[in-house]
């Protein structure tokens, strides 16, 4: 078993950023594709910004350019840097993994077995 814990959510205003960090208590994270989706009431959880475990990325199309997700394999840490971030961001934000070597980033969220609790983002306007 894997546990995830999201932090570094919070309020921020429209055109600020915010890093989260998801902190993984597995042995083998350098084997996880990872990916950090977002859900709003309404609507169906997506993803965000995935990373495989061989390094190649997968953003969604409304934020490329402003977001980034990198790992620290040694830390088993993964980051989402969001930047220029817009209300319409404003979200729940989880971490989610699935054992996977590979390049393949999976988009689906029942393709992912691990998962964090969850972080707020709010972006004011």
């Known amino acids: 078993q894997v546990q995830l814990v999201e932090s570094g959510g919070g309020l921020v205003q429209a055109g600020g950023s915010l890093r989260l960090s998801c902190a993984a208590s597995?042995?083998?994270?350098?084997?996880?594709?990872m990916g950090w989706f977002r859900q709003v009431p309404g609507k169906e959880r997506e993803l965000v910004a995935g990373i495989s475990s061989g390094g190649s990325t997968n953003y969604a199309d409304s934020v490329k350019g402003r977001f980034t997700i990198s790992r620290d394999n040694a830390k088993n840490t993964v980051y989402l840097q969001m930047n220029s971030l817009k209300p319409d961001d404003t979200a729940v934000y989880y971490c989610?993994?699935?054992?996977?070597?590979?390049?393949?980033?999976?988009?689906?969220?029942?393709?992912?077995?691990?998962w964090g609790q969850g972080t707020q983002v709010t972006v004011s306007s």
């Open positions: 597995g042995r083998t994270f350098s084997s996880y594709t």
């Open positions: 989610a993994g699935v054992r996977a070597i590979g390049l393949i980033v999976p988009p689906q969220p029942n393709k992912y077995n691990y």
